[in-house]
T-cell receptor
Framework: DGGITQSPKYLFRKEGQNVTLSCEQN?????MYWYRQDPGQGLRLIYY???????QKGDIAEGYSVSREKKESFPLTVTSAQKNPTAFYLC???????????FGPGTRLTVT | SQQGEEDPQALSIQEGENATMNCSYK?????LQWYRQNSGRGLVHLIL?????REKHSGRLRVTLDTSKKSSSLLITASRAADTASYFC????????????????FGKGTLLTVNP
């Protein structure tokens, strides 16, 4: 099965702890993206990567960090510096030929 | 920054009726895309229309694009209860050099409810 996987589906953390969300794709896509979605809202871009070992900040990168050591993987770390981390996080990927994005199922993070 | 803005924010119709959602944007684009999201799930790509296209069809979906008005519409014909979802438009802004930076800008979506 080709696609994007995100794990876990639900994640609970205490305030002040860093947490890493996983995103893996086997679509051979070069570009990968992380979005945040709050209730009733659209998607806001956190970070994106167009090639291995390179990534750029999106519109709301503060309090987040990423790495892109492998083409297939683009993990997102939500650090304790993120003021309001509770949200639904979506990972996506796309190829150079077409920027149609393929999305994972999302991770719902709750920080208390 | 939010480029696409969908209208209406919510739409409730009966099964069999047509549903029309609109999207407005602010800058020049390479293409505009529509996505669907079922509650609590990831987004699914529906259709892409390029800036030099005016209309595109895919099954029960019809998308139009008016670049002079910077607007697009998504029509779902003969709607079904299974079409209940949020629908988002996303734009691929054209860079100063006329290309793409491969980032999409999403609107806040239209929540469509199709009643059986």
């Amino acid at each position: 099965d080709g696609g994007i996987t995100q794990s876990p589906k639900y994640l609970f953390r205490k305030e002040g702890q860093n947490v890493t969300l996983s995103c893996e794709q086997n679509l051979n896509h070069d570009a990968m993206y992380w979005y945040r979605q709050d209730p009733g809202q659209g998607l806001r871009l956190i970070y994106y990567s167009q090639i291995v070992n390179d990534f750029q900040k999106g519109d709301i990168a503060e309090g987040y960090s990423v790495s892109r050591e492998k083409k297939e993987s683009f993990p997102l770390t939500v650090t304790s510096a993120q003021k309001n981390p509770t949200a639904f996080y979506l990972c996506a990927s796309s190829s150079w030929q077409s920027n149609e994005q393929y999305f994972g199922p999302g991770t719902r993070l709750t920080v208390t | 920054s939010q480029q696409g803005e969908e209208d209406p924010q919510a739409l409730s119709i009966q099964e069999g009726e047509n549903a029309t959602m609109n999207c407005s944007y602010k800058t020049s684009i390479n293409n505009l895309q529509w996505y669907r999201q079922n509650s609590g799930r990831g987004l699914v790509h529906l259709i892409l229309i390029r800036s030099n296209e005016r209309e595109k069809h895919s099954g029960r979906l019809r998308v139009t694009l008016d670049t002079s008005k910077k607007s697009s519409s998504l029509l779902i014909t003969a709607s079904r209860a299974a079409d209940t979802a949020s629908y988002f438009c996303a734009t691929d802004p054209r860079t100063n050099s006329g290309g793409s930076n491969y980032k999409l800008t999403f609107g806040k979506g239209t929540l469509l409810t199709v009643n059986p």
